[in-house]
């Protein structure tokens, strides 16, 4: 089982960045994906989950309306899009595969597979 996290990088508050993460290994129709992310100092957080079944999508309120969760079922692919970031998201995001129950996506013990983080540094 794989979870690859990429994208990640400098970017300048105000402006965007795609992260991908790809996975391999497991039954892919049977996962959501989830975002989360950790701040230097911060327990990790979750910013969104896509669900497996109807494409549902669920956001942080600290992300809601700058950042976009979409899967790509051909390619086993989620990506996050985000924009307008401010330096308060820097964090290195992780991606996870798991079945979480109702109103527990952002809990990590609802996740099985983990990805290995990518680091989105906003600043100036």
């Known amino acids: 089982v794989q979870l690859q996290a990429s994208g990640g990088g400098l970017v300048q508050p105000g402006g965007p960045l795609r992260l991908s993460c790809k996975a391999s290994g497991f039954t892919w129709d049977d996962y959501a994906i989830g975002w989360f992310r950790q701040a230097p100092g911060k327990e990790r957080e979750g910013v969104s989950c896509?669900?497996?079944?109807?494409?549902?999508?669920i956001y942080a309120t600290s992300v809601k309306g700058r950042f976009t969760i979409s899967r790509d079922n051909a390619k086993n692919t989620v990506y996050l899009q985000m924009s307008s970031l401010k330096p308060e998201d820097t964090a290195v995001y992780y991606c996870a595969a798991g079945r979480p129950g109702p109103d527990l996506w952002g809990w990590e013990d609802e996740y099985d597979y983990w990805g290995q983080g990518t680091q989105v540094t906003v600043s100036s």
């Open positions: 896509i669900s497996s079944i109807d494409g549902s999508r």
